[in-house]
């Protein structure tokens, strides 16, 4: 069987384009991959190291789990936040669902001056809490009977007293950020990034509820969070 030129370099163009394009998804995983480890590493450090006694106390109760390994906060004039994280649901004792990816931003207006970068870890301790994050862009401040006790600190009215409250947050933050608050700010799914690292229909209620997707590179994080 003989091949015409166009039909040699046609296969020769694909050969070289394929290794590119089948390169793209790893290096996606990869950066996923690498927010799950950090979410990892910001669950270690509250939830075992001695800046948050209260916090392990707390764990056994809590019906899901919000991390957020990174949310910056900065500007002059014109405030703004945001990060990204994982949110996790407790299925049973000892279990935990696979995690599903979130962004947490906010905006707010007026004399702010520095800089700010906070990891976040956010316990939700009651069905209510639980729903209205799931059910839709849950905003800090403006869901109705839903309420959050900040614990740590860089956030404006903290208190170690948590009895009651929907949602605990505890924070460790870097840097001066005059005003700055949680007060405002949303959690909203972030689905592109669930369909990256699951695959395609990966949404958070498909991870979280209908169990329908996992990933081993969660599993670190799962087996941890399966001590409480």
Excluded at 5 to 24: D, E, G, K, M
């Amino acid at each position: 069987m003989t091949l015409d030129r166009r039909t040699v370099l046609s296969w020769t163009a694909a050969a070289i384009v394929t290794p590119f394009f089948a390169a793209a998804p790893s290096r996606a995983d990869a950066r996923h991959q690498a927010l799950v480890d950090r979410c990892l590493a910001t669950g270690r450090k509250v939830l075992t190291g001695k800046d948050y006694p209260d916090a392990p106390k707390s764990m056994p109760r809590a019906k899901a789990v919000m991390i957020i390994p990174e949310l910056v906060q900065g500007g002059f004039i014109l405030g703004a936040a945001g990060g990204r994280g994982v949110f996790v649901v407790r299925r049973a004792a000892n279990s935990w669902t696979y995690p599903a990816f979130f962004d947490m931003g906010s905006g707010s207006l007026g004399f702010q001056i520095g800089g700010k970068v906070s990891e976040i870890v956010f316990m939700i301790m009651t069905e209510k809490g639980l729903h209205a994050i799931l059910d839709s862009k849950f905003k800090f401040g403006a869901e109705a009977g839903v309420t959050m006790v900040a614990v740590g600190t860089g956030i404006e009215g903290g208190s170690t007293t948590a009895g009651g409250a929907d949602i605990i947050a505890y924070s460790a933050s870097n840097g001066l950020f005059a005003g700055a608050s949680i007060e405002g700010s949303y959690l909203d799914s972030d689905n592109e990034w669930n369909a990256a690292y699951y695959g395609p229909g990966a949404t958070a209620r498909a991870i979280i509820i209908d169990q329908r997707f996992s990933n081993p590179g969660a599993e670190p994080l799962r087996q941890f969070l399966a001590k409480w």
